[in-house]
């Protein structure tokens, strides 16, 4: 019984943990989603000043984490960099 019971329980941690690592990467969609337009425009403007790169990204982040708060939205660094690099790629591409 005890056996069962163990078995029970790691399929429903399994699932759980799932639904967590799903949750958290719709979050993440909808956390660039909603500051992607900002990160681009505030990549795009860094783009023009005279400033080495890691200078720009630095300020990006910034930037994009301050306005962030503005919304009331809790950036990690990690997501906040992404959505610099993210960013920083469409710039290239497009301008």
């Known amino acids: 019984m005890l056996a069962w019971l163990k078995k029970l329980w790691s399929r429903v941690v ?3 943990k799932a639904f967590v690592e799903e949750a958290i990467d719709d979050v993440t969609k909808k956390v660039i989603a909603e500051l992607k337009d900002f990160a681009v425009d505030t990549v795009a403007s860094l783009s023009l000043e005279d400033l080495k790169s890691n200078v720009k990204r630095k300020k990006a982040l910034e930037a994009i984490i301050a306005e962030a708060k ?3 939205i ?3 660094g990690s997501v906040g960099n992404l959505l610099v690099e993210l960013a920083v790629q469409y710039v290239k591409n497009n301008m």
Do not use: N, T, V
Request: glycine share 12%; aromatic share 12%; charged share 35%.
């Open 70 to 72: 503005k919304r009331g």
């Open 14 to 16: 399994k699932i759980f």
């Open 74 to 76: 809790a950036l990690s």
